[in-house]
């Protein structure tokens, strides 16, 4: 899998957040039972019908204690709303009188603990995690899911594992701002990266994005758009045969990062200049990396024939082997 630009994601999620940010109720606070209620009720269905109920349910059972005091009729008229109103009621039941048995009717503060709690599961205990507690953990729902596997797909399987999307989450997280950027990434695959016509146009990851760019690819049959392929699979090949990771080809080359993964992506037709700082670094000629031949200039008379590889040539870079 390529060197994922981690900064380059996470700052155009936080950035794009600011200023789409959500404001539904269970955002304004981070009471962990609030935010526990506001998760256990948007699990299979939408955040606009959580909106209309969600307050009222609060205000009727504002803490643990009256949960498991209510009955299941009483708990099912207040779950209309937002359907499966049965199902939801018997497992808040179970859920409050869990946690009044083993916590005291408090919230756990660990991932471990809320993970045991019934009627959770692992996305929304990665959530109360993360949003009440303001702890470093990747909120993986179908959303979020679909952002990863459109903006590196080029790089995982065509169908790839829980356990792998997981890792891949945790890898972009940022360092501060977890929680917005957990709140913006669900937004993002909820308002633009949509199941259906995703809004690719206003995406703040679409530099990057392998789905994108794809589409672009797919939706063009132009000269510049088969070079742009063509440098692309070249690249990529070269650099994989020459053990070298993606950042130490941008160390050595003085390329950076991102130019590239967009070259190696296809989004963009490298210029002449840069393809012979690759080619220097991976130790090619610069024509394998190329979809077309370089222009060469015509030796005047007299003077020796000067080959590309002898006009790109330099230091002489150690093969190292990275691990992206």
């Known amino acids: 899998m390529k060197c994922i630009e981690t900064k380059f994601f996470a700052d155009g999620i936080l950035g794009w957040a600011d200023q789409h940010f959500s404001d539904f109720p269970w955002r304004r606070n981070r009471s962990p039972y609030e935010i526990l209620v506001a998760e256990f009720l948007l699990k299979r269905t939408t955040a606009t019908a959580v909106g209309r109920i969600y307050e009222d349910f609060l205000i009727r059972f504002p803490c643990v204690q009256d949960l498991a005091a209510a009955s299941e009729e009483d708990l099912v008229e207040y779950l209309s709303g937002v359907g499966l109103q049965n199902q939801r009621a018997r497992s808040l039941k179970r859920l409050s009188t869990y946690l009044i048995t083993t916590f005291a009717s408090d919230i756990p503060s660990d991932l471990e603990s809320l993970l045991q709690v019934p009627g959770l599961g692992d996305y929304s205990a990665g959530a ?40 891949v989450a945790h890898r972009l997280m940022p360092e501060e701002n977890h929680r917005e950027y957990n709140y913006g990434l669900l937004d993002l695959g909820r308002l633009v990266c ?31 758009s088969d070079l742009m392929k063509q440098s692309k699979s070249k690249l990529k090949t070269a650099r994989k045969q020459s053990g070298i990771s993606l950042r130490r080809l ?36 610069p024509k394998d990396l190329d979809g077309r031949e370089l222009l060469v200039p015509t030796p005047t008379k007299g003077e020796g024939a000067r080959t590309v590889a002898g006009a790109c040539s330099g230091p002489t870079a150690p093969p190292i082997v990275g691990v992206l």
Do not use: M, W
Not at 129 to 140: C, E, G, K, R
Not at 194 to 219: Q, T, W
């Open 250 to 285: 941008a160390e050595i080359s003085g390329v950076s990062k991102l130019t590239i993964i967009q070259i190696e992506s296809g989004r963009t037709s490298p210029r002449r200049e840069t393809l012979e700082k690759l080619a220097s670094a991976l130790r090619v000629d």
């Open 128 to 167: 109360i995690f993360s949003f009440a507690f303001d702890s470093p953990i990747a909120v993986l729902d179908v959303n979020v899911e679909r952002i990863i596997v459109r903006v590196f797909g080029n790089d995982l399987s065509p169908h790839p594992s829980k356990a792998v999307l997981k890792e």
């Open 194 to 224: 949509r199941y259906a016509n995703p809004k690719c146009g206003v995406c703040p990851l679409g530099s990057i994005c392998d789905y994108r760019a794809n589409s672009a690819e797919e939706n063009s049959g132009d000269a510049s």
